[in-house]
């Protein structure tokens, strides 16, 4: 991987500012490919609407970062800061963010496939409407984050922390809350398929409205939820 001197990306980022603000008359997209930008101080870069390919951000500040309707493919976040960055609308494919930090992040509108979030922390994230398939969120922090009319397929929530979370309406298949904490979370008008919470712990879990089958509760710990009056779960 190529290492950018700070003037070569101050060229890029001034190049990439141009083509937005012209309609792409003036300047030049950002498409960066196969560069080492770890460990750098990229607080508010602007790389809305960039083709980011085999970037690594490992161990990089990218605070308040704009990414808005972003391609990134193959990227490495590992322990990044990007605590109220932009990533809304965005298309993220088989990219790494294991224990980054991506608090207050707006996930909203965008597409992520075959990533790994591994241990990433979500505290106040916001994904509604995101379509989010074959992805790893195993012992992610979730406290306080929005899904609300997201479509999660064959996601993996284990081991992960849900905390006065927002899942309304959400569409949930073939996802895996296998040991998962469970608290005072919003999954009204959900729908699920093959849902799996085997030895998760739920408590004041509301599941009105949605199409939740008892049997997928059979191996919960679960106490105080809320369901519809005609659903029997022993």
């Known amino acids: 991987m190529k290492k950018l001197l700070p003037d070569e990306l101050e ?9 937005l603000n012209s309609n792409g008359n003036l300047g030049q997209r950002a498409d960066l490919r196969c ?9 508010g870069v602007g790389l809305e609407m960039a083709v980011l390919r085999d970037i690594d951000f490992s161990h990089a500040n990218l605070r308040t970062a704009n990414l808005k309707q972003a391609e990134l493919h193959t990227c490495k976040f590992h322990q990044a800061h990007m605590q109220w960055s932009i990533l809304k609308e965005a298309r993220i494919h088989n990219s790494e963010l294991t224990q980054s930090n991506l608090q207050f992040c707006d996930f909203s509108d965008s597409t992520l496939s075959d990533n790994n979030f ?8 916001y994904l509604t409407n995101t379509v989010i398939c074959r992805t790893n ?26 905390q006065q979370a927002d899942f309304s309406y959400a569409s949930l298949r073939d996802t895996s809350f296998r040991n ?5 979370s919003d999954f009204t008008g959900s729908s699920f398929s093959n849902t799996d919470f085997k030895a998760a712990r739920l408590e004041n879990v509301n599941f009105c409205g ?7 509760l059979q191996s919960a710990n679960w106490r105080e939820c809320i369901f519809d009056q005609n659903l029997e779960v022993d």
Do not use: C, M
């Open 137 to 162: 969120l195993t012992d992610a922090n979730l406290r306080f984050s929005a899904w609300t009319s997201s479509e999660l397929y064959q996601v993996s929530f284990t081991a992960s922390v849900i």
């Open 180 to 184: 998962t904490e469970i608290f005072n």
């Open 35 to 43: 560069l080492d930008l770890s460990n750098r101080n990229l607080y």
């Open 118 to 125: 591994k241990g990433a922390f979500f505290h106040n994230a």
């Open 11 to 19: 060229r890029i980022l001034r190049d990439h500012r141009q083509w």
């Open 210 to 216: 949605s199409d939740l089958l008892p049997n997928y």
